[in-house]
């Protein structure tokens, strides 16, 4: 998951996959609530989540729009298909993705 506020990620916080199969991922409920917890206690939200596609490009993929359930979140897909790797970055608007443009700050 995502941690920030406003437009700016300041962590990214890694949860547990009970989906149980490696080409699948479904976030432990439990990680997911903690995370929002432990977010809200710093004055933080959950912006929104990452995955990789290891074998291919970073491209939302009808399994992640048919599972995408947080409008307005920005969604960060890695893919792993070649070196280096790519990442974009999404925001679930209107039942689609839409791709949006970032900076990293040190």
């Known amino acids: 998951m995502l941690i920030g506020?406003?437009?700016?990620?300041?962590?990214?916080?890694?949860?547990?996959n009970i989906a149980g199969k490696p080409t699948r991922f479904l976030i432990d409920p439990q990680?997911?609530?903690?995370?929002?917890?432990r977010a809200r206690q710093r004055g933080l939200e959950v912006l929104g989540f990452y995955h990789s596609h290891p074998h291919s490009s970073a491209v939302p993929s009808?399994?992640?729009?048919?599972?995408?359930?947080?409008p307005n979140h920005l969604y960060v897909i890695v893919g792993l298909e070649n070196e280096p790797p790519e990442i974009r970055f999404f925001r679930l608007t209107d039942g689609n993705f839409l791709e949006l443009g970032f900076v990293t700050l040190d």
Do not use: K, N, P, W
């Open 5 to 16: 506020s406003g437009t700016a990620v300041t962590e990214a916080v890694a949860a547990r």
């Open 31 to 37: 990680d997911h609530i903690d995370a929002i917890r």
């Open 62 to 70: 009808e399994t992640d729009r048919a599972e995408a359930s947080y």
